[in-house]
């Protein structure tokens, strides 16, 4: 789906002066290369911009720089006249705070993304779900409205390619993917810092927790799904941080009786946040719908309030029922 066009998406950018662009919370190395990426973008064609997110960026992510980030609305203007979203298509994923500001706010909106099953109006969408990121989006953006292209802004794309490919190795990277990588590193984007901070950043501390998980792991034959999960406590005992458990359901997937990796963390008290990765066993996002979230066929993700056991049953059954 894509009823917002290049052509419309360039004037709709060049008629506002003040823009706010707006990325999901938890944020990714998609949510933010992609938000910030589009800021610096904006900013060479003289726009007042301010990226917002409810979340600090991650250590790991601490390389993709932006001097107008806000984490709370009170900081922007009030003559904001266009918003942009990316990297969600359901503006619960970008927090309460935004949510209640958009209630009263008349201007324009857009929303840039590459997830399925979106839950916005489409009219404002700029969504092509055979994107492997957001980021591939700005780039085409960008390209289209002859903005130049330099290394910082080029290593923010191609971090937001990098994460949403785990490196190329999901089956969602594709021969487009692949050629503005390319392009991407022409541009002069620094490969080798994303790949350090992204992979290389691991602590003794990661072990521990990751020591924790592993003991809750649990593997079922019937769904063929690898189940794990840690509590509140857990991250407490070892002084990390949501940071570090980043990658564990991928992990689980590269096992080979594994197709369906998940990863439960608590955000609460028996309130958990679920990742969940696939290599196309069954549609993930349709998945993640049940429960009330989304995200793509092969990643995907939804919160759930409730004992972890009853999660865990209840997710096996419905992934026996969708295959
Ligand atoms: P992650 O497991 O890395 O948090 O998320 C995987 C994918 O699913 C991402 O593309 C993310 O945007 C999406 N996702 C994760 N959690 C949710 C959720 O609660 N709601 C929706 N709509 N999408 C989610
Ligand atoms: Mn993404």
Redesign the pocket.
Known sequence: MSIFNLEKISSLILNSHNILIVS?Y?P?G??LGSSIGLYKALNKLKKNCYVYNRDKIPDYLSFIKCSNLIDCLSKIPNDIDLIIFV????F??AGSEIEKYMLSFKNNIMVIDH?QNP?IDSKNAFIETSCSATAILIFKIIDHMQIDMDKELATNLLTGIIT?TSSFKNSNTNSQSLDIASKLLDFGADLSLINSSIYNDKSIKRINLEKKILSNFLFDNNSKTGFSYCTLQDYEETNTTKEDSEGM?NYFLHHMEVMIGV?VREIDDKSW?????SNGYIDL?KL?NIF?????KN?????YSGEIEDLRKDLNNKIINEK
């Open positions: 999901h938890d990714d998609d949510a990297d969600l298509n359901d619960e994923r997830h839950k949403d359901a990863f946040k679920v990742s969940l990765r996002s993640a009330g979230g989304g995200g793509h990643a995907a993700g939804f919160k």
